[in-house]
């Protein structure tokens, strides 16, 4: 395995190289730094609404029993 940069951009920094040993980011920092906004909800995967969907009632719950 090399340590040669790769030629795409970093997914974090988006401006060092790629570094094989931590693609798709340039460095363990930009790998850590993605991870912690990952965990801390920086991102977020946008949703269609918001009523929750197991709110609605379908129509097998009618004679569904608990047990």
Same mark, same amino acid.
């Given at each position: 395995?090399?340590?040669?940069?790769?030629?795409? =951009?970093?997914?974090y920094? /988006?401006?060092?190289?790629? @570094?094989? @040993?931590?693609r798709?980011?340039?460095?363990?920092?930009? =790998?850590? =730094?993605?991870?912690? @906004?990952? $965990?801390?909800?920086?991102?977020?995967?946008?949703?269609?609404?918001?009523?929750?969907? $197991?709110s609605?009632?379908?129509?097998?719950?009618? /004679?569904?029993? @608990?047990?």
């Open positions: 395995m090399s340590s040669k940069p790769d030629s795409r =951009r970093c997914a920094c /988006h401006a060092a190289p790629v @570094a094989q @040993a931590f798709p980011f340039c460095s363990a920092g930009c =790998r850590a =730094r993605d991870l912690n @906004a990952w $965990l801390s909800d920086r991102y977020v995967i946008p949703g269609g609404s918001d009523d929750d969907e $197991l609605a009632s379908s129509p097998l719950d009618k /004679h569904d029993e @608990a047990g």
